[in-house]
């Protein structure tokens, strides 16, 4: 009897059958905390139960860019700045998302940026350069993805090549979808959502693209009893702080936390999902000296218009939360996914 309450506890520990990574491209403390503020000392995000830091240094410069950044979360390498989903001499390494992909749990990427830009491309192609967009492109259709949505039709469909991926995609089953409202009407299937010529404009402008993205890649994804891995990327909290401005960078912050919150809804509401919060790299060296809360009236200095070289916050809810805590490398991300998934290779 009392062994098998032993038994009973020790084996307590949930294992999440859903991940979703979300990941705040150039998001150090300080523009976590300058939303914070602006929203009247709350964010979506303090809804996490474990936190951490993440160290970003790359391969070859103490300082990444999102090139080897992504990489690093995605595929657990450190790699040189600008490769994508490469060790440093150029061997391809399987993504987080295409291990899932292999061992049938459904995948997908939203970002707020064009689909091929250095971030979504860590999880799905491998190249040596972050700007080979159209090569970039290419690579989605090698793999099985379920639902892509983001900005960069051109590098589908104009390209040099000639090729037209998107009539290849429909051959593949995939649905497609030019605008968010085409988007949200879809809750089965496969979906490419090319929602921006290039890249997507920014906030306001970009409006609930995000968030409502995020619901839908969620909603589809989660008709797979399998499990599902989900990356969304908030790609322009990055952009804002490299033009030093704060203001556009809160209204960035807030849209991404939204996102965060329609994660931490369906996994409370789910159960089985775990939900990873992290940055990049920082952008910026961005420091808030003075503020005042329920305003975007802050004391903001950057110290630089590139990406510094600290480590980043890492939140995590759900199951297997626990291991998303202390100092990490950036690139522990993938194996602690895949063990907590019980992912084979
Ligand atoms: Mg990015
Ligand atoms: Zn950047």
């Known amino acids: 009897m009392l062994f098998s309450i032993f038994l009973q506890s020790a084996h307590s520990q949930k294992t999440p059958k859903n991940v979703i990574f979300l990941i705040g491209d150039g998001m150090g403390i300080a523009q976590i905390y300058s939303g914070m503020v602006a929203n009247g000392n709350h964010l979506e995000l303090e809804r996490c139960t474990y936190s951490g830091f ?196 809160i209204k960035e912050m807030l849209d991404f936390d939204q996102t965060v919150g329609k994660a931490l809804d369906f996994a409370k509401k789910d159960g089985n999902t775990l939900v990873i919060i992290t940055a990049d790299h920082e952008t910026g060296g961005m420091t808030i000296l003075d503020g005042k809360f329920g305003t975007d009236k802050l004391k903001v200095v950057f110290t630089s218009k590139n990406h510094s070289g600290v480590p980043v916050p890492v939140f995590a809810y759900g199951p297997g939360a626990e291991n998303f805590s202390g100092f990490m490398e950036n690139i522990s991300f993938k194996g602690k996914i895949e063990k907590l998934l019980k992912l084979k290779k």
């Open 54 to 249: 993440s160290k970003t240094y790359s391969s070859n410069n103490f300082t990444t860019d999102s090139g080897a950044g992504g990489t690093a979360l995605a595929c657990g390498v450190k790699t040189k700045n600008k490769m994508i989903g490469m060790t440093p001499d150029s061997v391809a390494v399987q993504s987080i998302l295409e291990l899932a992909s292999k061992n049938k749990l459904s995948t997908g990427i939203v970002v707020a940026c064009a689909l091929t830009h250095a971030t979504p491309a860590s999880y799905i192609a491998h190249q040596v350069n972050r700007e080979m967009n159209e090569e970039i492109a290419t690579d989605y259709l090698k793999t099985d993805i379920d639902v892509m949505i983001g900005g960069g039709r051109k590098y589908f469909e104009d390209r040099t090549d000639n090729r037209n991926l998107t009539n290849e995609l429909k051959a593949k089953n995939y649905q497609i979808a030019y605008t968010l409202g085409d988007v949200k009407a879809i809750s089965t299937g496969k979906l490419a959502g090319l929602l921006y010529d290039d890249q997507n404009p920014n906030m306001p402008e970009r409006g609930t693209m995000l968030p409502d993205a995020t619901q839908s890649a969620i909603n589809i994804l989660s008709n797979n009893k399998k499990g599902f891995f989900l990356m969304v990327e908030g790609s322009q909290i990055d952009w804002a702080g490299h033009d030093n401005n704060y203001k556009q960078l």
